[in-house]
């Protein structure tokens, strides 16, 4: 892929911004100091971001680039839904290591919806619906109850929110907990499936549905 010198230039100063987010921290970050380790003038860096919040954007959609054709890879080499959920989680894991401090330091305002850098906000609508499309596509072949079946994937993006806001805190050396957390819940929400599709849970589902639809606000 051919970039523009506008690109290449954002391209470096939302580097240099990660990297100071690593190491002094988002807050106490200034623009004159990514400017700097961008080795361009402050209003420079403005030109091409208007604010630090701009830049965590940025972050957001180029990570949700760069992540599709690793999705792409890493599920043509699985079957099954415990598999593919598990390595679709996986890449989201392995992708976000080397920017956990950054993410970790957005945790703060992370689950509020009115925090527009949330990734339950509305300004993050276009990137939650790209991965919520993952798990739809999962589930193609999955045999899921008709009345559960359009809430399934917006659950299991939350599942994954769960896992990463828990991968996130986790203290524990190289997150082992959160592995073994993936290893076990993942299989539990195969088992919670298949029970699922039994006919005498079907009194048990509405309940879960009518919670669900509460918390999507559409009840």
Known sequence: MIYTKSQTTAARILDAA????????????????IAAAAGMATGAAYHHFPSKDAMVMAFYQRSCDEMQPLLESALAGTSGLEQTLRALILVKLEYFQPNRAVLKALLRNGADPEYHLSPFSASTRAIRE?????????????SVPRDLAPHLPDVLWLFQMGIIYFWLTDTSTKQKRTTRLLEISVKAVVLLLRLAN?????GLRR???????????AA
């Open 18 to 33: 990660l990297t100071l987010f690593r190491t002094r921290g988002f807050d106490q970050t200034t623009m004159r100091d």
């Open 130 to 142: 790209t991965d919520v499309a993952w798990f739809r596509r999962i589930l193609t072949d999955v």
């Open 198 to 202: 039994l006919p005498l849970s079907r």
């Open 207 to 217: 309940p879960v549905i009518e919670l669900i639809e509460i918390a999507k606000g």
